[in-house]
């Protein structure tokens, strides 16, 4: 049986497939209503140290082993690309400085999590969670700073709930 490093390396940058043996490749590939319906797909595009409550197949990697990931240039390039698809699946992008903005989509593509708190405030957790131990800490604060941003625009303050746990996520003090 493979590690779960082994699988999430496998995964996220070489052809390896996930529980339901689908590929990185397969799963960038679905569009925007794939992945607002699929919920499987999440904890290993953005792996965790911690089992998720919602996957049990998702690998779950030692502090040690994501230090080993965040080292592979191939596993890197596989994050990268997944990070640049749900960028795009909630409206953003990520330009060439590596500031994250919203997207020419971002009417159409921001109703599904600007507004009000859901499944997808989860998913923002791992994501940032996720990028810190993969060695994408810039681009998790980077992430974190439009995320606060539209949150504090477009949500009450009841629903902004969130933030505190994004600011936790990166260790930021609130």
Sequence with gaps: MASAKDLIRNYLGYDGMDHRQRTLAQSLAWDDDALESTHDFIQWWFPLPEPSAYNGHSPVASLAEFDELANDEVVRGGVERALRRILSFY?????????????????????????????NDLRMTRILKSLCLLGYRAQAQRLFVILEEVIQQTREPC???PLRYWREALSIPS
């Design 159 to 161: 629903d902004q709930v």
């Design 91 to 119: 409206g953003l992008r990520q330009q060439a400085s590596g500031r994250i903005e919203k997207s020419s989509d971002w009417d159409s593509r921001s109703q599904n999590w600007a507004f009000r708190q859901n499944h």
